[in-house]
């Protein structure tokens, strides 16, 4: 077993024991951030509206839309917010080929606020709510939910502070978001509309990760992933970006699951059974058996014209499970971390 006596944090002690962060970021078909107030406890919901409240619940009911939607909580922010208004900020994976998520933001008065996040989370028009548009750009979320970790408090916030303070602009806004997931990995950002993950983050690549210029290989021990495919896309997608270079991540993109380790047969034909069951605990059940699988061959199709696409194939496997403490309040319970290998 690790050794972590002398580690007060999981993600220094994952950091130690050489986890690579690749294939942790998350995939989802939607993300909507909502401006919430702090100071936050473990869970940054608990004083909003019970209208609020009960549309998550209602949320639950529907399974599969459930399973493709991420809602996040970020804090408020003195030159972002305004009074009496909320900022919500929705990235939406496109139908085709893409490179970035599409982007909505706006700033929505308070008493509108339930019925705004009904619209969104259900896909019903927004027309009437289009006075509180902001003009989309960049954004940078920065977990600092101390309440939740303690590493993603003691290292998230450090580098929240050097991007508000070094790169934030009209261009450019840097948010503190609540856990979103990895805070073994902290201090861990999401960079959209790009879509991509981040872990590890260490101030000197700042500049390199926000400017996209300079040495993109020197990233690499950084990068969690792409959300816009899965985790073993996401590794061959780190390859061919660290070939490819910067106008990589410009280049729509497109996954196919060409093959998969079927696993045990009772595993295989519960998940085939599960992927219509329209229940959470279903949906629950099959992400845990798909952890399960060992290797996937995959393909990366990139570009718009059909004709014309370039085509990245290989088998990415499980190559080793390193054992480290997923969180910074039990550092004496360690979890198995599947690290990756591409095989062309």
Known sequence: ??????????????????????????QADRWIMIEVPRPWSKNPWENESTGLLNLFQSLEKHPHLWRNTRILAIASDKEYSQIGCRNVICFNRPSRPFSRYDTLHFSVPLDRLTKFLEQVTFHKPLTSFSEFYQVPCRHLFVCTHTHYDLACGRFGTPIYQALRQNYSDQQLQVWQVAHFGGHHLAPTLIDFP???????????????????????????????????????????????????????????KQEVIKTQDGGKLRHRLLRKLLRHVPTIRAQVLLSKLEQKLSWSEIEILAGDDQKRRQSYRARIAVNHEIMTPLCSQAMDRQQPVKQYQVCW
């Not at 944090?9 to 130690?16: I, Q």
């Open 1 to 26: 077993m690790n050794n972590t006596s002398s580690l007060r944090y999981c993600s220094l002690a994952s950091k130690d024991f050489g986890v690579d962060p690749i294939g942790s970021a998350i």
């Open 194 to 252: 790009q879509g991509q993950f981040w872990g590890f983050l260490e101030p000197n690549v700042l500049d390199i990760l926000i400017n996209r210029q300079g040495d993109v290989k020197q990233l690499y021990p950084y990068y969690r992933g792409w959300g816009g495919v899965s985790a073993w896309t996401q590794v061959l997608e780190r390859e061919i970006w660290m070939k490819q270079g910067w106008e990589w991540l410009k280049i729509p």
